[in-house]
């Protein structure tokens, strides 16, 4: 099935001015400081469109670093968020409270880190206001006469409101690429057959696979890629990029894919990178059981271990929406840690430390990887058959994020 992205009208920014704050002491949170001390400040960017908007918010503590934080904001009109990035949103009424996830919660003093949000508008919308970091309001906006709560938020965050599998909400655009040395939407593709960067091959032997420039589904801009994965071996099919990729020892990588068929009990593989530490073969992503899975084509070894205590560590790959999957792999320290949607993934993480049902049996040697590639596309070894779409991938040697 395909969506077709509307794409946003010329940017209408709303940008709430960054000052300073007057000083707050003697408030804590359990587990680390928490109030937002001289110069808290948050900054506001939307995008918006007809019915819909997305919004970028920067937060900085201040003087203070932060070790958790907690940001929250009410809107002046009828906007509703519907999903977030790089933090964890929900909305009751007109306020908004987003807190960090699992990687971004320590912010030192003079530092900020970033997170969004989309959502739905009608006619009716206003600059936000009320911006507060761990209860404690920013920009300029006096301190309550009593103290705010000292609390800790809740371990559990509240969850945010599930985009419909029918018709899944348009995703942000990438926030960017920084340094990385590949940073692709597939923009610049013309016609329906990949060139340029990208050439489309077909591993064992060349079968019903396809891989295409799609201009009716994308996450961002215009275009993806489309993989029409068939089941059966010998329809292999890929799209490997002809960029040098060499990135040194620690390779990082953020892509985003929707997939249509949920991953089939039988092994597969959605992405292939060639290892010149393991006479070239391949280190696979892909599935089997169920869940997500990492495999080593030399060898065979799975990340995690496929017994039902490993395979409950790892989680599906989501169905008819768009995900955004990362994944580190250090050749020289032999580890790989996997993110989806912001969230790092047990299962799929090798620590260096050989561990039972996760990375034992991918320990039962050395490793040490060296990455020379990046294909993406669909192996399956027997039964499962997908269509696929991938866009806005990059790669460097750092974590590029969401």
């Known amino acids: 099935m395909t969506n077709t992205r509307a794409r946003l009208t010329p940017l209408l920014a ?15 949170l359990i587990g680390g400081p928490a109030s937002a001390a001289q110069g808290c400040q948050v900054t506001y960017q939307a995008n918006q469109w007809t019915g819909g908007f997305t919004a970028n918010i920067k937060v900085s ?30 909305q009751s009424g007109a306020v908004v409270t987003a807190r960090n996830v699992s990687y971004n919660g320590s912010i030192p003093a003079g530092g900020s880190t970033e997170f969004g949000v989309q959502g739905t508008k009608g006619a009716g919308t206003a600059a936000p206001t009320g911006f507060t970091l761990n209860g404690v309001p920013c920009n300029g906006a006096p301190v309550p006469t009593t103290a705010p709560p000292t609390t800790a938020p809740p371990t559990t965050a509240p969850p945010t409101t599930a985009p419909p599998t029918t018709a899944p909400p ?7 690429c920084g340094s990385a040395v590949l940073c692709d939407g597939f923009e610049n593709q013309s016609g329906t057959t990949p060139s340029g960067d990208w050439t489309v091959v077909n591993p064992d032997c060349s079968g019903a696979g396809t891989a295409t420039v799609d201009a009716g589904t994308a ?3 215009g275009k993806s890629i489309r993989i029409n994965g068939a089941a059966g071996y010998c329809n292999h099919v890929f799209l490997k990029s002809t960029r040098n990729l ?11 894919v929707r997939h249509t ?22 280190l696979r992503m892909g599935g089997q059981n169920g869940a997500m899975q990492w495999n080593r084509a030399s060898d065979d070894a799975t990340l995690p271990e496929q017994s039902p205590a490993g395979v409950a560590l790892s989680v599906p790959l989501p169905t008819n929406r768009w995900a955004c999957v990362e994944f ?49 596309g669909w192996e399956a070894y027997g039964g499962g058959s997908d ?7 990059a790669l460097g040697s750092s974590r590029i994020g969401c």
């Open 261 to 282: 068929t949920a991953l089939p009990t039988e092994h597969v593989t959605m992405l292939a990178m060639a290892d010149s530490a393991d006479g070239n073969k391949d």
């Open 170 to 176: 348009t995703t942000p655009p990438p926030a960017g």
């Open 246 to 256: 060499g990135v040194g020892g620690v390779r990082y990588v953020r892509l985003w």
């Open 61 to 90: 503590p201040g003087d203070t670093a932060v070790s958790s934080w907690t940001v929250t904001w009410t809107y002046g009109g009828d906007e509703r968020v519907t999903n977030g990035w790089n933090a964890t949103v929900s």
């Open 328 to 376: 580190m792999v250090d050749g020289s320290a032999g580890q790989l840690r996997t993110w989806l949607d912001g969230t790092a993934i047990t299962g799929l993480t090798a620590d260096g430390t050989p561990t039972h049902d996760v990375d034992g049996q991918w320990y039962n040697r050395t490793w040490r990887p060296q990455l020379t590639d990046l294909k993406l």
């Open 219 to 221: 996450h961002s801009g």
């Open 14 to 28: 709303a940008t709430v001015a960054v000052a300073a704050a007057t000083a707050v002491t003697g408030t804590t």
């Open 387 to 393: 269509t696929l779409w991938y866009d806005d991938v």
